[in-house]
C-alpha cells in the first residue's frame, strides 16, 4: 500500500531555519512528483509547489517562490521541504501530497498525515 | 483570495441533496484543466473525493458526484447523512501561474 509519513511536530521561533520530510513507501518514489500543501489555522488550503523526484525539477507557486525550498533525497525515497529564515506567518499544518499517475497534473490521491509548525518567539 | 471560488458554507437535512459550486476562469478549469475535490474530516488530511470532473475513486459511495461546464465545476452530494459534514476543497491547474497548483478556498459542510 502507498503511502506518504511525515515527520514530527516542530516549534521554532522567527528567523530560525526548518527542515521537515515526507517518506514514501509502498511504491517506486521515482514514479511520481511530490507536492507540498499549507494550511494556515482555521483556513483552506494553498499549492506551495512541486517536484519531479526522478531529477529534482522544481516548480512554485509565485507565493512560495523564494521562502521554501522542495528537495528529495531519492537513496531513502523522502521529500523536503526546507525554510532558511521562519517567519510567525508561517505557522501552519504542512501536508506532502502524491498525484494519482506518473506527471505534474493530477489530483492528490496519497496524502501525508501532515506536519504542524508552529513559529513564535 | 483564492483563485478558485467555492461558497463558505453549505447546509442540508439528512436525506436531502446538496450542491457546492468551484467557480474559476479561463486560465484553469476553462482552460479544460481537470478539476478535483477532496473532502477534509476535523483533524484529517484531506482524502481524494472525485478526480477528473466525475470520476470516483474506488470506496467513495456513488452519493457523491462532479460535474464541470465552462470555467465551473460542482461537487453534489445526494443523501445527505452526518458523516458527511466536513470541508470540502476544489482543485485544478492554472496556465497563468505556469501550470501551479489552484484550490478553492473550501466549503464547510453542516448537515442539520
Known amino acids: 500500500e502507498a503511502q506518504l509519513v511525515q515527520s514530527g511536530a516542530e516549534v521554532k521561533k522567527p528567523g530560525e531555519s526548518l527542515r521537515i520530510s515526507c517518506k514514501a513507501s509502498?511504491?517506486?518514489?521515482?514514479?511520481?512528483?511530490i507536492n507540498w500543501v499549507r494550511q494556515m489555522p482555521g483556513k483552506g488550503l494553498e499549492w506551495m509547489g512541486r517536484i519531479d523526484t526522478s531529477d529534482s525539477y522544481t516548480n512554485y507557486s509565485p507565493s512560495f517562490q523564494g521562502h521554501v525550498t522542495i528537495s528529495v533525497d531519492k537513496s531513502i525515497s523522502t521529500a523536503y521541504l526546507q525554510w532558511r529564515s521562519l517567519e510567525a506567518s508561517d505557522t501552519a499544518m504542512y501536508y506532502c501530497?502524491?498525484?494519482?499517475?506518473?506527471?505534474?497534473?493530477?489530483?492528490?490521491?496519497?496524502w501525508g498525515q501532515g506536519t504542524m509548525v508552529t513559529v513564535s518567539s | 483570495q483564492s483563485v478558485l471560488t467555492q461558497p463558505p458554507s453549505v447546509s442540508g437535512a439528512p436525506g436531502q441533496r446538496v450542491t457546492i459550486s468551484c467557480t474559476g476562469s479561463?486560465?484553469?478549469?476553462?482552460?479544460?484543466?481537470?478539476v478535483h475535490w477532496y473532502q477534509q474530516l476535523p483533524g484529517t488530511a484531506p482524502k481524494l473525493l472525485i478526480y477528473g470532473d466525475n470520476n470516483r475513486p474506488s470506496g467513495v459511495p456513488d452519493r457523491f458526484s462532479g460535474s464541470k461546464s465552462g470555467t465551473s465545476a460542482s461537487l453534489a452530494i445526494t443523501g445527505l447523512q452526518a458523516e458527511d459534514e466536513a470541508d470540502y476543497y476544489c482543485h485544478s491547474y492554472d496556465s497563468s501561474l505556469s501550470g501551479s497548483g489552484v484550490f478553492g478556498g473550501g466549503t464547510k459542510l453542516t448537515v442539520l
Open positions: 509502498g511504491y517506486i518514489f521515482t514514479t511520481y512528483w
Open positions: 501530497a502524491r498525484p494519482r499517475r506518473r506527471g505534474p497534473i493530477d489530483a492528490f490521491d496519497i
Open positions: 479561463s486560465s484553469n478549469i476553462g482552460a479544460n484543466y481537470d
